[in-house]
């Protein structure tokens, strides 16, 4: 056998070693709250629950437990009221004595939960919705104190796989002559499938927790279900907690453009399908990662019928390198009304779909302000050799390849809808064609673009 093994690289996951401690609790609202989230509805407020809301809390630290990071995620759609997110990010940073950067809250995108919405206007199921927001941050707390209690030393390492649930959801409306696109399965689209899984290990190896960061819009169940749900997220999680016996947390990718090929049904079946079959993509990610705390190592070589090359487990110390970055990028807005007038055309409108389109453009415009461009945040975390970036708008996929294509040697969890609620960032070739992602936005043509340069920037400077 050969020792000349200098010029092979071993094979290793992109590794953190530090404290871990992870949490979760049921947010689940009352039923009969009001939970009109698609403009197609005929209902106002849910009249069942399909599963269990759930809000999970992740703490990562170095040994010495300066300077932690926080993540939060829930099963919870969006926030519509502006005011409301940065009302339960004070009370976290205060109650925790955290500065921005170190916190991410971010949410699963469910779009059969509540809108977290404050509102005086008169409707149905609205007077559930305060006590449950106040109980919501509540938990959000609770739960933040359980993870911290639970860290404990542990390695957290990242393998890429895929799974085929998310499609390309921008189809070219096969009965319109123009250039409009139809919000829903283009059997032609090429869909990013990248599955992220990251393994949570005490320092004797056992299993603590899982991590998967998947881009897919959890649009299965739609303006004909009536009962409240975290979507395929639920199955999902009840797929691999029961065959791990450990809790696993969903990351929501750079899912603008990405959605199940079956999708706006009333069945919970369909939600509960679509979440064991990530759930099993993830489970044969985790099963094919090498032992915890090791790399595999070439040895040299074996002469035998063929020569054969020797690689064997040796044992790796991961990077204990963290650090967090809170950081902007300028996005040119569209020429768009105020929120007052747009608060006009919506008392005057009588079409309640639209009604509904006007709502979510007013709230968005409050919280821009009536400038010409905005400074979109962006969250940058590192992680020993993995860097997590974000923002609160929803990205097209774009995002994650091109930022994967970049730095190749690190895993790169990208995340939609963190820290509040904006819009989509869709690439600049489709603003010439009438697409739902470009005519919602309030960002105009080049804002993925910018996000992209700002981010691969960021993560430059975070890895050096």
């Not at 995620?73 to 940065?86: C, K, Q, S, Y």
């Not at 399965?185 to 949570?200: I, K, N, S, Y």
């Not at 006007?358 to 590192?382: C, F, H, S, V």
């Amino acid at each position: 056998m050969s020792d000349s093994t200098a010029t092979v690289p071993a094979f290793h996951h992109a590794a953190f070693h530090g404290r871990v401690g992870i949490a979760l609790n049921d947010i689940t609202p009352p039923v009969g709250i009001y939970s009109r989230n698609w403009g197609a509805a005929a209902h106002d407020v849910s009249d069942s629950i399909h599963r269990s809301l759930t809000l999970t809390a992740t703490t990562i630290a170095s040994l010495s437990g300066e300077s932690p990071l926080v993540l939060i995620d829930a099963d919870l759609g969006w926030w519509r009221t502006p005011e409301l997110f940065p009302r339960f990010q004070q009370r976290l940073l205060e109650e925790f004595s955290l500065d921005s950067s170190q916190l991410i809250f971010a949410l699963t995108h469910t779009h059969a939960g509540p809108p977290l919405l404050e509102s005086t206007d008169p409707l149905p199921g609205m007077e559930l919705t305060k006590p449950w927001l106040d109980s919501l941050l509540e938990t959000a707390v609770t739960t933040v104190r359980q993870a911290f209690a639970d860290a404990s030393e542990a390695t957290l390492e990242w393998r890429t796989g895929h799974c085929g649930l998310a499609t390309t959801r921008d189809l070219p409306d096969p009965d319109s002559e123009s250039d409009r696109f139809l919000c829903g399965f283009d059997p032609e689209g090429q869909a990013d499938g990248t599955l992220l899984l990251g393994r949570v290990t005490d320092a004797q190896g056992n299993l603590r927790a899982t991590i998967v960061n998947y881009a897919c819009h959890p649009t299965t169940l739609a303006w004909e279900n009536t009962a409240i749900s975290p979507d395929y997220i639920g199955a999902m999680r009840e797929t691999i907690q029961q065959a791990t016996g450990a809790p696993a947390v969903f990351l929501l990718g750079a899912c603008g453009d990405q959605a199940p090929r079956y999708q706006y049904v009333g069945d919970t079946a369909v939600a509960d399908g679509h979440g064991r079959e990530l759930g099993y993509a993830a489970l044969s990610t985790l099963a094919g990662m090498e032992p915890a705390g090791t790399q595999l190592a070439f040895e040299g070589a074996v002469t035998s019928g063929a020569p054969l090359a020797k690689w064997r487990h040796q044992p790796r110390k991961a990077s204990e390198k963290i650090a967090s970055v809170e950081s902007s990028v300028d996005l040119p807005l569209k020429d768009w009304p105020s929120a007052a007038e747009l608060e006009a055309q919506r008392i005057a409108c009588t079409d309640r779909t639209l009604q509904e389109r006007l709502l979510r453009r007013r709230d968005i415009r409050l919280r821009l302000g009536d400038g010409t461009t905005y400074p979109l945040p962006l969250n940058i975390w590192r992680m020993g050799d993995a860097v997590l970036v974000g923002s609160c708008c929803e990205a097209y996929s774009m995002l994650q390849r091109e930022l994967r294509k970049r730095f190749p040697n690190n895993a790169i969890i990208c995340m939609n809808l963190i820290n509040g609620t904006i819009g989509y960032l869709p690439p600049a070739d489709l603003y010439d064609k009438d697409v739902y992602a470009v005519w919602q936005t309030p960002f105009d043509r080049g804002c993925l673009e910018a996000t992209l340069e700002t981010l691969t920037q960021e993560i430059d400077d975070i890895l050096r």
